[in-house]
């Protein structure tokens, strides 16, 4: 369900810079990709946290067993 969700937002923020770029296609689609940028990287930051932990947790319960 994690893998969903992050292409889901990487898709959905690709689709929204590709309709303002064909809508106004000089300056205003700059700030879409700065944004995009960041989205991404916190994206991958709590992605990463989140299987981090859920490792984390498959370890710790297969060696109390």
Request: charged letters at 10%; aromatic letters at 4%; hydrophobic letters at 65%.
């Amino acid at each position: 369900s994690l893998s969903l969700r992050l292409t889901g937002n990487i898709v959905a923020d690709h689709k929204v810079v590709a309709v303002v770029a064909m809508m106004v296609p000089l300056l205003v689609p700059l700030p879409f990709l700065l944004l995009g940028t960041v989205v991404a990287i916190v994206q991958t930051l709590v992605f990463t946290l989140l299987t981090i932990i859920f490792i984390g947790l498959a370890v710790e319960h297969a060696e109390d067993h």
